[in-house]
């Protein structure tokens, strides 16, 4: 191997059904993802929220990139409900978009039916230990 390892960005050039979470990330097209994800148009991306106890507007750049081709945004914020900030529910409405939070296993089993029923919509998932 010339050149020693490259290190890519985590992404999955497709949008595919969560078929596994916990243990830390999330099972899906066949492959694993350890740490938290967001699943949007373009495909399924590793995702590193600042603080994935209080995410912020700048958490959902590629989001607002892809809203045109969005119509509807889950946001799993761990083992359990918690309400997104004010600024980041106004920010998604803002670009045109209606956002739900829920836990992450919750917003999981919302994506993989409405990614089956060929759904304009997209998640951000917080993994869960």
């Known amino acids: 191997m010339a050149g020693g390892i490259i ?3 985590a992404h999955f050039p497709g949008r595919a059904p969560i078929d596994a979470y ?4 999330f099972r899906f097209a066949e492959m694993s993802h350890r740490g938290s994800i967001l699943c949007v148009p373009s495909g399924i991306h590793g995702w590193q929220p600042a603080d994935a106890t209080a995410l912020g507007e700048t958490d959902f ?15 799993g914020t761990g083992t359990a409900l918690k309400p997104l ?9 803002a ?9 992450t296993g919750a ?5 993989n039916v409405l990614l089956a029923e060929d ?8 993994a869960v230990s």
């Not at 917003?107 to 994506?111: I, K, S």
């Open 7 to 9: 290190m890519r960005e």
């Open 22 to 25: 916990g243990n830390g990330g």
């Open 61 to 75: 750049g590629r989001v607002f990139d892809e809203a045109a081709e969005i119509e509807l945004l889950l946001v």
């Open 85 to 93: 900030p004010k600024a980041v529910r106004e920010a998604v409405r």
């Open 95 to 103: 670009a045109g978009l209606t956002v739900e939070a829920m836990s």
């Open 107 to 111: 917003a999981v089993r919302t994506y």
């Open 119 to 126: 759904r304009a919509v997209a998640a951000a998932l917080v």
